[in-house]
């Protein structure tokens, strides 16, 4: 086995059969009954025999409609995990530099490592992203692809879209914008993708938009950018029923705001308990500021905290030094508050 090989290893979710999972920032909520509907009818009519359509036109057609792009500068992958290993394979050649921004979310390393990149991980400090400091060594490494989550996750924090603007026009390379949560926040670059020749901007449909199973995300970028990543996918890479279930709920914009209304809801009242046990235990763990579907806790003993949770039978994540815990079900949001509750009474 070749040495890039030997230093990977598979990604492992968190276990837990039967718990109250918090742990994977999935949405919450069923897909509405009439998308079902139409689901049904597409599982009934489907051309089973025959390939899909490579460019997955009526999906990235729904998509630009629903997020007010041209839909020449859309691409749809087998979820945005895919499109970030095609990015890097086709964007980077062996040896060259690419930067992320630590810490963030883990495949932008792995896809870098099987492109037989040089990773140029740039720390955060108090989790936060200095524009400046990016731009200089972003600079002073010759970095050719920079890529970093917005809002974050692990961190639930956003940089401004100036802030975003002034790193774009700043850094040198390509930039590829991951904006898994901006439908939970306001300061997406979608409609202006087409403006920096060095941009993709990548959406998915796992977090907000409630169909992580059926695998799809989006790339966004200006025209050569968007005509290259078609050309480096694989052609079928998005199958025949994601693309059909993916359109129908993506042609109703208004069950989307409706579901994206619930999730903050939830969200607000998961913070609102944590503030409230957090100012009861001064200097115990503090929230950090974000504007995504779930909570990113700054607590030293974070860890062991995970444990105790999947031990009272609820799993959460513990990744980049964060408690990461996604909003759920009112009373899924209750479970875990009172089991945290429990935990932080035992001393550390
Ligand atoms: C969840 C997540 C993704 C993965 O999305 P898929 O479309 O399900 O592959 C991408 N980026 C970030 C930052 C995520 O948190």
Redesign the pocket.
């Known amino acids: 086995m070749n040495e890039k090989l030997r230093r990977l290893r598979a990604y492992a979710p968190v276990e837990g059969e039967g718990c109250v999972r918090l742990d994977?920032?999935e949405s919450f909520l069923p897909m509405p009954r009439e998308v079902l509907e139409e689901a049904k009818a597409a599982v009934e009519s489907l051309a089973y025999n025959r390939y899909p359509d490579p460019a997955a036109r009526e999906l990235c057609a729904a998509f630009a409609r629903c997020y007010g792009v041209r839909p020449e500068q859309v691409v749809a992958?087998n979820?945005?995990?895919?499109l970030?290993s095609v990015i890097f394979s086709a964007f980077l050649m062996k040896g060259e530099a690419f930067a992320t921004l630590e810490p963030?979310?883990s495949?932008y390393a792995q896809g870098g490592a099987l492109a037989e990149g040089r990773q140029v991980p740039i720390a955060k400090e108090d989790f936060r992203i200095d524009v400046d400091q990016v731009i200089r060594v972003c600079q002073k490494e010759g970095v050719r692809l920079l890529i970093f989550?917005n809002p974050?996750?692990p961190t639930s924090l956003v940089l401004g879209r100036e802030e975003v603007r002034r790193l774009l026009r700043g850094v040198e390379g390509l930039v590829v914008l991951?904006e898994?949560?901006m439908d939970f926040s306001g300061q997406s670059l979608l409609e202006e993708a087409g403006d920096f020749p060095n941009l993709i901007i990548?959406r998915?449909?796992?977090?907000a938009i409630g169909m992580?199973a059926l695998?799809?995300?989006f790339a966004v970028a200006g025209e050569p950018l968007s005509q290259a990543l078609r050309a480096a996918k694989s052609p079928y890479n998005v199958n025949g029923l994601s693309q059909a279930v993916g359109a129908s709920l993506l042609n109703r914009p208004a069950l989307l705001q409706q579901a994206r209304e619930r999730i903050l809801a939830s969200q607000r009242e998961l913070a609102e308990g944590l503030r409230e046990l957090a100012s009861q235990r001064p200097g115990r763990f503090s929230v950090l500021p974000g504007e995504t579907n779930f909570a990113a806790l700054v607590m030293e003993d974070g860890g062991r905290v995970q444990k105790a949770l999947l031990d009272r039978g609820v799993a959460v994540r513990y990744t980049g030094g964060l408690l990461r815990v996604t909003c759920g079900q009112p009373e899924e949001n209750q479970l875990f508050l009172r089991a945290f509750r429990e935990i932080l009474e035992v001393r550390p």
Not at 204 to 207: I, R, V
């Open positions: 994977a920032n992958g979820g945005s995990d895919e970030i963030d979310f495949m989550s974050c996750n991951d898994a949560y990548l998915t449909c796992s977090k992580a695998r799809l995300g």
